[in-house]
């Protein structure tokens, strides 16, 4: 918990185009969108109006979450360095995220 990165994203379903995923914390519609750990089984999502009106409707229909374990020895929190370049998981995007751990597997895989 002190040493990995937890990225929570939200997800809109607006009709039938494609999903918006967005990483939290997010600020839309005058509401802002955040999370926090509270202890190891607990991440607690929460939604706050900007103006102190209620909040509505929210925006997000659900969430998902990703838990990189830490201690490593490449990692430095939220940014990691592998193979000369610099990593920052808190400015990619959900589907940047999977692609790199989806492809970090496979070499692991080759490896063994």
């Known amino acids: 918990m002190n040493q990995g ?5 939200g997800r809109n379903l607006p009709g039938l185009s494609s999903p918006d995923i967005m990483q939290l914390p997010f600020i839309t519609g ?7 750990i509270e202890d190891p089984e607990v991440l607690r999502i929460t939604i706050s109006s900007l ?6 409707t929210p925006f997000f229909e659900d969430y998902r979450y990703i838990i990189i ?4 020895p490449a990692d430095t929190g939220d940014t ?10 808190s400015k990619m995007s959900y589907q940047e995220i999977i ?8 070499r ?5």
């Open 5 to 9: 990165v937890v990225l929570v994203f």
């Open 30 to 36: 005058g509401n802002f969108y955040s999370f926090r």
């Open 51 to 56: 103006d102190g009106t209620s909040v509505g």
């Open 69 to 72: 374990p830490g201690g490593q």
């Open 80 to 89: 990691v360095t592998i193979k000369g370049e610099q990593l920052d998981y």
């Open 99 to 106: 692609t790199h751990f989806r492809s970090e597997e496979r």
């Open 108 to 112: 692991c895989r080759e490896r063994v």
